[in-house]
């Protein structure tokens, strides 16, 4: 089992920046491509970004493409999300994820273990 806790969600403006995390617990954190995603109200969840098991591979969606960055450090079994000019449409939970594999994929139902998500919310 993996346990993966995030943190860093708030309310901002648009314009602003703001850095998620993702501790995780359990099995080895580096064993595991990790993904970020987010859901906003009425919507289905959606693929933000990932990385691959050692950081060398991310993948992004073209909506934060250019704006969002993931990053992972698997000595302290975290990863990260750097959101930077943030707009309304960005508003959402936001979720990690860890699945096995090396093919990097971008659909919810490929990751086997999620957090329990941290709210997103800019203003215009």
């Known amino acids: 089992q993996v346990q993966l806790v995030e943190s860093g969600g708030g309310l901002v403006q648009a314009g602003d920046s703001l850095r998620l995390s993702c501790a995780s617990s359990?099995?080895?954190?580096?064993?595991?491509?990790m993904g970020w995603f987010r859901q906003a109200p009425g919507k289905e969840r959606e693929f933000v970004a990932a990385?691959?098991?050692?950081?060398?591979?991310?993948y992004y969606a073209d909506s934060v493409k250019g704006r969002f960055i993931i990053s992972r450090d698997n000595a302290k079994n975290t990863v990260s999300l750097q959101m930077n000019s943030l707009k309304p449409e960005d508003t959402a939970v936001y979720y990690c994820?860890?699945?096995?594999?090396?093919?990097?994929?971008?659909?919810?139902?490929?990751?086997?273990?999620w957090g329990q998500g941290t709210q997103v919310t800019v203003s215009s």
């Open positions: 359990g099995r080895t954190f580096s064993n595991y491509r």
């Open positions: 994820a860890a699945a096995g594999g090396v093919v990097i994929t971008i659909t919810p139902r490929t990751y086997d273990y």
């Open positions: 990385i691959s098991q050692s950081g060398g591979n991310t």
